[in-house]
């Protein structure tokens, strides 16, 4: 049976602990916080917003924070009508209906013109337009699919790679914005994130719109039914222990997919936003339906996979890669010379790497694969949290200090080899250990020490 071991933190996310490596996944101070503080916003999105596509590869996706706060942040932006085209669009004299069973006819549908958007509820497609469903994905394409076309968003793709695939089913259920929740009960030994579960000084609410789930489970489904028959999704979605911690609205759409009430279809995926289940759980009004069009052109894909043989055999070109594998002292096969090599191929010239860690060897490593670093800035914490790795040297808003670029030369700076891209993590552990044993480099305590002194001789 499939462990799964979550609890909230201080933000109102969940953060998942791992039995394997017997530690947590997220920053429990606040792991949907994290994931918007070392990956999104030092991303500059605003910017990428600029081009005609955006591409994203989020390395070790587990339950989808990465990715769910990028779209999270551009489906904020424009569902407020910030953006003019969107705006002009809505203000135009344009037909915006809702067909209901009691007035659907297949005149109404044939008559529907391409100025039209319209909300045609389950019961309708499913009892009485089965026949028309051609005519349905005709109308997708002449009016909703048609707003992407006069660019109110750049394309955006995403891939998203991990070897968990049931962690990755999962993202779309896993609850954010909790507001009123406790961590009293835990089935794992939880001392080393105790002191971080303050009560009275919770972190500032963070919320995943419900629009980017349901995006994303479309896709899932879409690139996998199979999913509709996983037993051991179905059976953690179900269990009454973790109810507190999944999104009940989209556990209920994917109940009614699983029902077989709904068949899916080769056109499912660009017609299932019209369905009432879609209004029934997510929405109450017109607004958010309009809203999530901003999404439509969308491709989303989960790759089961190491990410190593992925990134072999991918022809992508990035625009953001997201590296959020597990520290890498426990997983350092994702963060080897070799794979940043690798990492440092896929990466547009004005692309961006972002990672949370910090640590000598894997800046060492960047360094080492051809890459310009620099420091992630938190402005809430007022401090250097995470590391940015380019090919373009003006992109670094916060390059290395003098200090930290002389650890790189330390035995701290030794990085992870892993020649082929196959290695167990055991053997690159032990493989730079004998490595730092055998280095003729400074330790990293006498660098310290020597840099203190000449800091001190430059003060006087």
């Not at 609890?7 to 602990?17: A, C, I």
Request: glycine share 4%.
């Amino acid at each position: 049976m499939y462990e799964f071991h979550p609890y909230f933190t201080n933000d109102g996310s969940v953060g998942l602990y791992s039995p394997v490596y017997n530690d947590i996944y997220h920053s429990a101070t606040g792991a949907l916080t994290e994931a918007y503080e070392k990956f999104v916003m030092p991303a500059g999105i605003d910017k990428l917003l600029n081009k005609d596509s955006i591409k994203v590869l989020d390395i070790c996706y587990g339950i989808g924070y990465n990715s769910k706060s990028f779209l999270n942040y551009i489906f904020k932006k424009y569902s407020k009508n910030k953006n003019k085209k969107l705006k002009n669009f809505f203000d135009q004299d344009n037909n915006i209906e809702t067909i209901h069973t009691n007035n659907i006819s297949n005149d109404r549908i044939k008559n529907l013109n391409a100025n039209s958007i319209d909300t045609i509820y389950t019961d309708n497609i499913l009892d009485k337009i089965k026949n028309k469903l051609q005519n349905i994905t005709w109308l997708c394409n002449r009016c909703t699919y048609s707003i992407h076309t006069n660019n109110i968003l750049p394309k955006i793709y995403i891939k998203a790679v991990d070897n968990d695939n049931i962690l990755s089913y999962l993202s779309p259920f896993i609850e954010t914005g909790k507001i009123n929740f406790n961590n009293n009960t835990f089935d794992f030994e939880h001392e080393n994130i105790d002191k971080y579960l303050i009560k009275n000084k919770k972190l500032k609410t963070q919320k995943i719109h419900s629009e980017i789930n349901y995006l994303i489970l479309c896709n899932l489904i879409k690139s996998d039914p199979e999913i509709l028959k996983n037993e051991d999704l179905i059976s953690i979605l179900n269990n009454p222990k973790f109810s507190e911690y999944f999104d009940k609205n989209l556990s209920g759409i994917f109940n009614f997919y699983r029902s077989n009430i709904y068949k899916l279809s080769p056109t499912w995926g660009k017609v299932s936003f019209l369905h009432n289940i879609y209004y029934r759980y997510i929405s109450n009004c017109y607004k958010k339906h309009l809203n999530s069009l901003c999404l439509l052109d969308v491709d989303f894909e989960l790759k089961i996979d190491d990410a190593r043989k992925m990134i072999l055999s991918d022809t992508n070109m990035y625009d953001l890669i997201f590296l959020d594998a597990f520290t890498p002292s426990k997983c350092p096969c994702l963060w080897s010379y070799e794979f940043f090599k690798e990492l440092y191929k896929h990466l547009n010239e004005d692309g961006k790497l972002l990672t949370y860690s910090t640590s000598a060897s894997i800046r060492s490593a960047m360094k080492e694969a051809g890459f310009y670093i620099g420091y992630i800035f938190n402005e809430r914490e007022n401090k250097y949290t995470g590391t940015i790795a380019t090919k373009n040297k003006k992109l670094i808003k916060y390059p290395l200090s003098e200090f930290d670029l002389g650890l790189l030369k330390t035995k701290a700076g030794i990085f992870y080899r892993d020649k082929n891209l196959t290695g167990l993590n055991e053997a690159i552990i032990e493989s730079r250990k004998n490595e730092v044993k055998n280095s003729t480099r400074i330790s990293t305590s006498h660098f310290k020490k020597l840099y203190k002194q000449e800091e001190s001789c430059h003060m006087m």
